[in-house]
């Protein structure tokens, strides 16, 4: 069973299909203002000045946030039930998210942090590229039916610790649109960016050009 809608990287979430969507708190980006090093100098001088700065990746952004809902017995997304099991995220299940919006689930395999930086046009020798990110986790996955091990990472939650895992999966194709990422839920696992508690957070490739937009659909399936 799986769920879909979708969200454009710095706008707002746009529901797709039978999914209600709530956008909480604030998009944020990391800027690091230092202020201006300097040293004075004259013709002649050998000096050794040490530096240090951070800067914002390019090629990734995050989400994070809850899961609602439960499963059904029903006709169809119109008619009223036959039955329903209550579901809550301790009953487990994954979030996902694919610039495509018609990913083959049917289809979806294990892929490899190259093709991701193909995908996305990644030179795999920078230090974010998919090559030198997707490299921490073999992550065991159960989605759609289909299971197996693929490349993935951690990412740190409000503590510091490398807690939730981000894993990448594909449906045999090369475009952007036939990769998905992936993390599995949990309700122990606090955010990152304010010790919350919450079911998912994730990562997900962009394109790398400034104030260039993407737009991810999210798939949900619950246990």
Same mark, same amino acid.
């Given at each position: 069973?799986?769920?879909?809608?979708?969200?454009?990287?710095?706008?707002?979430?746009?529901?797709?299909?039978?999914?209600?969507?709530?956008?909480?708190?604030?998009? @944020? /980006?990391? *800027?690091?203002?230092? +202020?201006? $090093?300097?040293?004075?100098?004259?013709?002649?001088?050998?000096? &050794?000045?040490?530096?240090?700065?951070?800067?914002?990746? &390019? /090629?990734?952004?995050?989400?994070? @946030? %809850?899961?609602?809902?439960?499963? =059904?017995?029903?006709?169809?997304?119109?008619?009223?039930?036959?039955?329903?099991?209550?579901?809550?995220? $301790?009953?487990?299940? &994954?979030?996902?998210?694919?610039?495509?919006?018609?990913?083959?689930?049917?289809?979806?395999?294990?892929?490899? /942090? %190259?093709?991701?930086?193909?995908?996305?046009?990644?030179?795999?020798?920078?230090?974010?590229?998919?090559?030198?990110?997707?490299?921490?986790?073999?992550?065991?996955?159960?989605?759609?039916?289909?299971?197996? *091990?693929?490349?993935?990472?951690?990412?740190?939650?409000?503590?510091?610790?490398?807690?939730?895992?981000?894993?990448? =999966?594909?449906?045999? @194709? $090369?475009?952007?649109?036939?990769?998905?990422?992936?993390? %599995?839920?949990?309700?122990?696992?606090?955010?990152?960016?304010?010790?919350?508690? +919450?079911?998912?957070?994730?990562?997900?490739?962009?394109?790398?050009?400034?104030?260039?937009?993407?737009?991810?659909?999210?798939?949900?399936? =619950?246990?």
């Amino acid at each position: 069973m799986l769920a879909l809608f979708g969200v454009l990287l710095g706008s707002t979430f746009a529901a797709i299909t039978n999914v209600t969507d709530t956008v909480e708190g604030v998009t @944020g /980006k990391y *800027t690091y203002n230092l +202020g201006t $090093a300097n040293t004075t100098t004259e013709g002649g001088n050998v000096t &050794e000045v040490n530096l240090s700065s951070n800067s914002s990746t &390019e /090629k990734w952004a995050g989400f994070y @946030g %809850n899961v609602s809902g439960n499963l =059904l017995l029903a006709q169809s997304y119109t008619t009223p039930a036959m039955y329903v099991w209550t579901w809550a995220p $301790a009953s487990g299940g &994954e979030v996902c998210a694919s610039t495509g919006s018609d990913f083959g689930w049917s289809a979806v395999q294990t892929t490899t /942090k %190259n093709l991701i930086d193909a995908a996305w046009y990644f030179a795999t020798g920078d230090s974010d590229s998919a090559t030198n990110t997707l490299t921490d986790v073999s992550a065991v996955y159960d989605v759609n039916g289909v299971t197996g *091990t693929t490349t993935g990472t951690y990412t740190r939650d409000n503590s510091g610790a490398s807690v939730w895992q981000t894993f990448a =999966l594909d449906d045999t @194709g $090369a475009a952007k649109g036939d990769f998905a990422f992936c993390v %599995n839920m949990s309700t122990s696992k606090t955010f990152a960016p304010n010790g919350n508690t +919450g079911a998912y957070q994730l990562m997900v490739a962009t394109n790398e050009t400034a104030a260039t937009y993407e737009t991810y659909f999210f798939f949900v399936e =619950l246990n």
